[in-house]
């Protein structure tokens, strides 16, 4: 089936730093990608689409020029944490798709902990 | 995008059926149900997707009436390690999000 693979699994950074969270289609080609933040105990909350070669698409009330996004090829997108600050401490998953009716599929997510 | 209600949490004995209904109202033409299953610090995990009437894998069935307002996810047979949160989605083609909702919580019992 296909694989979506996202790296670091878990990354702890310093206030003020700024982590790359990258994420992957192993085995095809993903026209979009999606970034998804889950608190502990609650849901996933879509944060943006990604889409190859064009600008990503935010969700209200997501800070786009503090979650930088990039979709520079088929298989990769990646999402920066600028400027990270203790609430910005979250699992982030990225999910990938393509335009057929096939499921999304996700990956295993990224705990990011800033201290 | 179309939203969907499913019963917050569920309890269930080894070896039992469990079957997690969903409710989906709003459902459009072109959307798809499909069900994940996740485990904490764990990205969701397809299970399984269908369109109308019924859907089989070695894993799940998953049932929805002709007016596919609710679907059905039905587990045979489940395990301690089923126990995870089950999250039941609608929406069209693989490039357009999906929106989750609170999911549900099974605990499976020895």
């Known amino acids: 089936g296909a694989v979506v693979s996202q790296h670091p699994s878990w990354v702890i950074c310093k206030s003020g730093t700024s982590v790359k969270i990258e994420c992957r289609s192993l085995?095809?080609?993903?026209?979009?990608m999606f970034w998804y933040r889950q608190f502990p105990k609650q849901s996933l909350m879509l944060m943006a689409t990604s889409n190859e070669g064009s600008k990503a698409t935010y969700e209200q009330g997501v800070e786009k020029d503090k979650f930088l996004i990039n979709h520079a090829s088929l298989t990769l997108s990646t999402l920066t944490v600028t400027s990270a600050h203790p609430e910005d401490s979250s699992f982030y998953i990225c999910?990938?798709?393509?335009?057929?009716?096939?499921?999304?599929?996700f990956g295993n997510g990224t705990r990011l902990t800033v201290t | 995008l179309a939203k969907t209600t499913q019963p917050i949490s569920m309890d269930s004995y080894e070896g039992q059926e469990v079957n997690i209904t969903c409710s989906h109202n709003?459902?459009?033409?072109?959307?798809?149900i499909t069900w994940y299953q996740q485990f904490p610090s764990q990205g969701p995990r397809f299970i399984i997707q269908?369109?109308?009437t019924k859907v089989t894998n070695e894993v799940a069935s998953l049932f929805i009436p002709a007016d596919r307002k609710s679907s059905t996810l039905s587990l045979p047979r489940v395990s301690l390690s089923d126990t995870a949160v089950y999250y039941c989605?609608?929406?069209?083609?693989?490039?357009?999000?999906?929106?989750f909702g609170k999911g549900t919580r099974l605990s499976v019992i020895a």
């Open positions: 999910s990938a798709g393509t335009d057929t009716n096939s499921p999304l599929h």
């Open positions: 269908g369109y109308k």
């Open positions: 989605l609608v929406g069209g083609p693989g490039n357009t999000p999906l929106v």
């Open positions: 085995d095809f080609q993903a026209t979009t």
């Open positions: 709003n459902i459009a033409t072109n959307d798809y």
